[in-house]
């Protein structure tokens, strides 16, 4: 019981943390970026090419999150800023961040190979047991990490500037800029830390899953999945949906099947929506609101 | 001339068949490798088309296309295998299957909107494709061959080819066929208003989640059809119909171009057919492919269509350059000032007996507890205007919305016409003569003038969604959008639009014009009741004279008109009656002149 | 409406006038010109490695046939694709190298199911990689009849699976423990296990199905299954899985301080060094069963493997490499046999009839009944040593 929590935790982290990757940027500019998984794979496989070239192992890792990072910016400025600026309100940045996907993906593979390539095991190798449960340190780590990750994302949007005017510069980035907020230089922030926290989920998995150029589909799909279930409103909450996504993977293969992560979590996801329509944790008002009348959108109206 | 046009539109459409017969009598007579990169490539239009009817017309971005194709395909290979059913037989079936679980799907995520409509889809294709990949009936992950299509008898097929292919051309042009009548249809602009001014359009009686469920199910039929034909051209696995293929579907729409008649259409082919054309090192070819995603959207944000407007648009200057054209002049802005042709003669709409609308008692509140709206009562005579003034928030809108079915309140009666609506939904209004306008203007920004004003006729004409699907075939229905347009022509005439501004898209007009087009749309099925939420917001004073002898004018033909404003000096001297309500209470209600004397009114609202 | 009417007929015009153009071909190849072989294989995605493994081979064959004149002075084109593992594609391009007049298919390592079952269904032989035989070639169990079109070279994962379980029955006193993936692979390896557990009357003591990631490469958590593998008290397992969760696995009870159980690959675990790469040393004392003629390579392989490495950069050669060149001189020898017949009918027929093909991969042999060429006679066990970093018999 404890270790199917705690597995599941640890694995639904890695999840959270791509979520998070997801949802920061979408708090900011309104888009998904979908290459955010290959941003994960990116920082693997350059742990895994470097250590191989016989680089140190924090080399690595450095290298692997900064380039995680500038690439997210490179997203920003090659496939997301243009189609804003033509319309702000297209779904053209769906194709665009694909297409992204598909070159940093593609590229990868070109360059490394498809095949798989080993990751340092580093701190995955030590196990540390936990009354009945048995975690690798490496796993700690990751716990801390996605803690880390919700509680910084507290002090950002309590006390930065991106998380203040955040909201206000997805919803018109002109009345942002009349307060003096540069609306670039936010979007350009909200998709670094979302480079740099993909980049992070890579580091903290690659041990366990290994280097491989097209690991961004697998990733990114658990981590929009994620996403929804969270609710795409607020990162913290995506980091929750990914815990939630981890646990119940997790539960359903220890208690119905090892193949019932295929599907149970998202049935339940789906009953959860069709009762709370905004994602698990979009508001504390969940229940206030199952007892209310009317609609949302009917506030609109009145507004 | 306009019956000129008509009759080249209809040579034109002539022509357009017969060149796609005519390719595909050329697909049929060629070799398999062509005939499977066609055939493949044209399921992927169907898909894409129906996707856009629903993503682009509607705004519904599903994710569950995937599942529905599945549906499709699955159900004709496995139905056949199991059940012997012919594949005639199999194509009503699947698609009346597709369409039911696309009704459903619909009706459960009607209350969940937007991009968790997206999530509610995508969950459903991924529960089919866990259900096609873990279950032996379905031959799991190894997957299955579907039933052989009956071939041409010897002669036939000697001169048409294989018979395979003409079954994929017949469906293929039904969805076209479907999807561009329904462009061309007075039931677009509706479409329209639904995806971006909901309230606008259920004021003007669409009952818009049923509009929603009824295009998503027929989007999911078509959806249907195409796995039909797609289970005689290849070998099917659930890694076709994983959720990677939905969001490939909405790639190929948004690629080639929402919303337009080609851009799915090129959209689907592109991407399709890229790795057969594009034969280079696999490795490569997807860097090619990634890159060109990347290009045609940064360059041409509205897709490959947009890059083939640019392209006409050069050609169309080449072409002006070498003979000017007698080039309209566009519309100068402010046109609206001018002076208001005179109305289209009319009768007095209601015989002008009783009150018009009368709501008593009405008790409101979002949140139990927290009352918006205490036991307010509100009597509007026939043939007056009636105005409405409070502060900010004191629930003037919430009592629009209450008596146009907007919100439903907990406690009262409302009687419009003699008849008691308080229990029924908004799109039920204007068929008791009840017609309104919003605060700000919400019409659909993409489509001209002439059209928007159209939806205000929906109530009016009889089976608009019904045909929509064939409209063009229908010379019935030809003629009544034609009435319709004229009957709309004449109302923007008689709120003071120039024909100039009739074909003017409504994101290009000046916000006047917006405002006397919702207006125009308000008015055009001559409603006997008419509401108007803050009509002066953001109008001259020019624009403002011009609104108030527009309301005197309906005034005199017999329409009853409640108006909301802030301005009370325009509220005092062009109304009849005026109710003032503050914190959600009553405070009086009577003529004018009383009303304007009256010490709580100058104390709690005109700060006297 | 109008405005786009001129430039969508001269589209569909131009369409129509190209495709007639080109009507009435396909069909098989013509006698006197070249032989057109064509050949789908997944190269892309994370297990992409084995595609080129079968890509290089075939070309490799191809290339020394007409370099010697060919087949009956016919030269051979081999036409290939990537099917990106993907069903759809895999059945375009098999229907596209049917027009190009191919007369034979070669692969698909990754869509065996879509080109056994076209085979049959348009009467083309495939031959070659498809898949990793077994319930591929098989569809329905090794006890009903294969695919009448199918003639698989590959690795068989009946074989491995009656080899490894037979090896398994005699050194496994605490029972066996399989996880397997839901794929006719995985499926098949099962169905070979059954085989010799039902021969010796035995069990399984936990067997279950686990959803791989073959496109990605990424690894399935397996932390549940380890501990019910260990609460059901088997001191051998069968991973059954893609090398890279074999290695996770490895490593995952290297870590929980499980040295005592035993851990049993498949084909694809020594068909290239994925596994041993990303196992490290936790992947020592992995056993699996090896073609035994790449275990002891005769003088003609290590020419052959050498020869490969040469012409693709220092690539490691492999068995799917190998068994895809014989796929490629077997096709050779049966058109030869027929004096230079092409048709469909001619080639199965003469395949039907292969017997002892002296190949890389073993004396190989088809009949009516088999059409995979590898059996488990053909199979040494082997187990992993990270400090020899060798494949060591253990027979």
Redesign the interface.
Known sequence: MLQVLLSGLTVGTIYGLVAMAFAIVFYVTKVINFATGQLLMVSILLVSGLVKLGLPDWLGIVTGLVAATVLGVATYFIAVRPVLRFDRFSFAWLVSTLGVAIVIQATFALIYGPASQPFPRGLHAIPVRLGPATLTVQEIVTLAVGLLAIVGWHLVRRYTLLGKLGKAISTDPEIASTVGANVTAFAVGAFAIGGFLAGLAGILVGPITYGNPYLGDTYGIFGFIALMIGGIQRPAAAMGGGLVLGVLSIAANTYIGAQASDWFPFVLVLLVLLLTPNGVFASGDQLRRLFRTRRAYQQGVNA | MTGMLRRHSWIGALVLLAAFIAGTWGVAKSGFGIQSIVTVAAIYVILAVSLDLVAGTVGLYSLGHAGLFAIGAYGTSLLNRYLDLDVFLLLPIVIVAAGLVGAMLGALSLRVSGLYFAITTFIFTIIVYVVLSNSSWTFGLQGTTGPIFPAFPVATGAVLGRSVVWAVAAVVLIAIVISWSIRASAFYPVLLAVRDAEPYARANGVRSSLVKVGIFALSAGMAGMAGWAFSFLVYQSPGTFGWVASVNLLVMVIIGGMNTRLGPILGAVLVSVFPFVVKIDPFWQEVVFGVVFVAVIVFFPRGLVGLGDLIAGWVRRAIARRAPADATEPPEAGAASGAPTPDPEGDPVVPAEGDALAARGIRFSYVPGVPVLQDVDMVVRRGTIHGLIGPNGSGKSTLVNLISGELRAQVGTIELNGARVERLSSPTRPAHGLMRTFQSAVLVREIPVLENTTVGLYSTVKHIAGRSIVWPLLPGARRDYRAMRERSAAALGSVGLEPSWHPALVRDVPHGVEQLTQLASSIVSEPSVLILDEPLAGLSGAEIAHVADILHRLKARGVTIIVIEHQTRFIFDHCDDVTVIAAGELVTSGPAAEVRTNDRVREVYLGQ | ?????P???AL??A??????G?????GGGGEGGEIVVGGIAG???????VG?AVINGTQMAVDEINAAGGIDGRQIKFVW??D?????????LF??????GAVAILGSPD?G??TA??GD?MQIPVLGAVDDGG?TVY?NGPDEPPFAWTFSTSLNTFAWGAKIADWAIANCPGGLAM?HD???YG?GGLAGFQMSLDAAGKDFVYV????E?W?????V?L???I?KIVDSGADCVEVWLT??DE??FM?EI????LDDLVVLGNDVTNA?A?FV??A?PEGDGMISALLTSDVYPNERLQEWQQKYRDLFDGLEPGPFAELSYDAVYILKQVIEDADGATDPESIRAGLNALTDFDGLTGSLSFTEQIHTTINKEQLTMVQWSFDSKKWEPIE
């Open positions: 409406m109008k405005r786009i009417i430039g969508a007929v569909a015009a369409t129509a006038l190209a495709l007639t080109c009507a009435g071909d396909g190269t892309t995605g994370a297990y992409g490695a080129v694709d990537d990106a593992a993907d069903a759809t594609k895999s059945s375009q229907q596209q190298f049917v027009s190009e869509t199911p879509t079952a076209l269904q319930l569809p996880l839901p794929t006719t499926l279950e199905s686990i959803t990631n496109g990605s490469g990424a690894t958590n932390d549940a299954e501990q090398p890279g290695a996770a490593q290297a870590s929980l301080g290239d994925t790469d990303l490290g």
